[in-house]
Structures are given as C-alpha cells and as structure tokens.
C-alpha cells in the first residue's frame, strides 16, 4: 500500500475580495502517496497555485480537511516537511548561487560543513557544479531554475511543491529539465506536486495527473498513469502517451477551459 503522503478532503478555499468573494478551490478531494509525482493541470485561474499553497501552510483552507505527512499543514511547515519552487527562479541577485542555495540551510542553523556537504551534493544533483561562485545574472534562464531547484532541495525534505518551474523557458531547455527532473525523482524517491499548463509535460512526468477547472477551481480529472517508471523522451510519441494526453484534454474540455478563452 502507498502510505499518505497528502491527504485533502472536500477541501475549499473562498478569497473575500473587493469584488465579492472568489472561490478558489472547490470541494477537491484527493490523496497523494509518498513518492509519488503529481501534476496539476488546468487554465489560469483553476486555483493551482491556491492548492499547492495550502499544502503548504501558506493559505488556509474554508472547509474540509487537508494533512500532509499525517500532520496540520501547519505542523508539516514547522518540520520542514517541504521544498518550494516558484514559478520565477526567485534568487538573490547579490548572492552567489551557492549563497542562494545556502539561504535556508543558514536559516536553518546547520553547521558551515553541513552546508558546505549539502551545497555541493544538491548542486551536483541539478548538474550545476563548477558554477558555486556565479551570480544568477551570469546564469542562463534554465540554469537559474535549476538552482532555485538545488534551493528547494538543500535541506532534503520529503516532499517538493513546484508552480510551473519551467514555463517561462523554451521547449528545448524544458525538454532536458524535464528528463533531469524525472531522474532525479526516480534517484531521491521524493513525493512531487507540479503545476504546469502543458499536457505533454504533465503526462511525461507524472504518476498522477489531476486536471482541474476553474469558476470555481475543481478537480474534473485524476488520472492515473499507466506508462513505465523509464521514460525516454520519444515515449511522447507512443500511442500509450497520446491516449493519456487525449483524456487529459478531454478533462480540460469538460471543465470548458479552454472553450472560454477569447
Ligand atoms: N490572495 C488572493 N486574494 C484573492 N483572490 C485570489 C488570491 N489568490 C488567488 N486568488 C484567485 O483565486 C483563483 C485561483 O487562483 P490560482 O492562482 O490558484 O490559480 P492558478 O490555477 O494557479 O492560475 P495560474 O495558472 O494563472 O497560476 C483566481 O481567480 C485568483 O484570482
């Protein structure tokens, strides 16, 4: 049996805003196992990022319940139980990139050596040795990500919540981040929960793709994949990955996503 690793029930999350209160998440029920590597895919506005950010600890929920580890999102941040990765590299221009990926571990506490052990082994994961004493400038976009990846991976919690890492950087940077970023999920047995706007990401990566809709943001979707744990990057091309994408966009479809825009 997969052990919990997310755990949300009816959960929903309604913003009070100028214009009248905005439900973002409806009634999302939803578990997620240890291990596993989860996409959220929907439209702007479906309340991706809302969810992730109630996982956590960031956002409260208005009603049903959600845990993570077992614990309070409020316990789970408290014991450090996750890394995050924002849509934007979100470095400190006037650190290095090994200060960037120190500022939590420095936060944190851990001894000079720890850090200096963590710094180059989160580093190598992430194919960025040799580039410690670079600025995020001298970077390019897919490297400066990388290193917001390292970041989030420093302190080696269990468990990585990531808003569209790669959705500013061109198809063939994103390619790669894409197979690295499944070897190293395969290589650390971390729990991922990744939003994307893209369906062929969201089908290479995931064990699980949830497809959600918004007005309000609800879970149209979970689809359980059944392609191999060894993906190759022409395994977009098999029938087997087509017929994920096609019911993953059949499940855009229902929630009228895209038939909305413009
Ligand atoms: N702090 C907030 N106050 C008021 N409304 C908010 C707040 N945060 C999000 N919303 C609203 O909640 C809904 C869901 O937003 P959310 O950012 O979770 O969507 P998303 O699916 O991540 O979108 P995108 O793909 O554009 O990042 C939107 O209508 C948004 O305007």
């Known amino acids: 049996m997969i052990s919990p690793g997310i755990s949300a029930s009816n959960l929903s999350l309604t913003f009070a805003t100028n214009d009248g209160p905005v439900t973002a998440l409806s009634d ?10 989860v996409s959220f895919i929907g ?5 991706k990022t809302t969810f992730l950010r109630t996982i956590a600890d960031l956002e409260k929920p208005s009603s049903g319940t959600i845990t993570v580890n077992g614990q309070t999102p409020e316990n ?25 990926v120190a500022l939590p571990l420095e936060i944190m506490g851990y001894p000079q050596a720890e850090q200096k052990a963590r710094i180059a082994r989160t580093l190598e994961l ?3 040795s ?15 990500q990388r290193a917001s990846i390292a ?3 420093a302190f080696d919690a269990d468990l990585l919540l990531m808003d569209e890492p790669f959705g500013a950087l061109d198809e063939i940077v994103r390619d790669h981040l894409n197979s690295e970023l499944l070897k190293l999920w395969k290589g650390t047995g971390k729990t991922i929960c990744f939003v994307t706007h893209s369906i062929p990401e969201a089908v290479y990566l995931s064990t699980k793709i949830v497809v959600m809709s918004p007005r ?26 087509l017929a994920i994408a096609a019911r993953v966009r059949e499940g855009l479809r229902a929630g009228h996503s895209y038939e909305e825009v413009g």
């Open 126 to 128: 992430v194919n960025l």
């Open 43 to 47: 439209p702007s506005g479906c309340g």
């Open 76 to 100: 789970a941040r408290k014991d450090r139980a996750y890394g995050y990765v924002f849509q934007a590299p979100a470095l400190y221009p006037w650190r290095t990139i090994e200060k960037n």
């Open 151 to 153: 970041r989030a991976l």
């Open 216 to 241: 309000p943001g609800r879970v149209t979707d979970i689809i359980e994949s059944t392609l191999p744990a060894e993906r190759p990057l022409d395994i977009r091309e098999t029938p087997e990955f």
């Open 28 to 37: 999302v029920t939803l578990d997620i196992g240890k291990g596993e590597f």
């Open 130 to 144: 040799g580039f410690e004493k670079r600025y995020p400038w001298q970077l390019s976009g897919g490297m400066q």
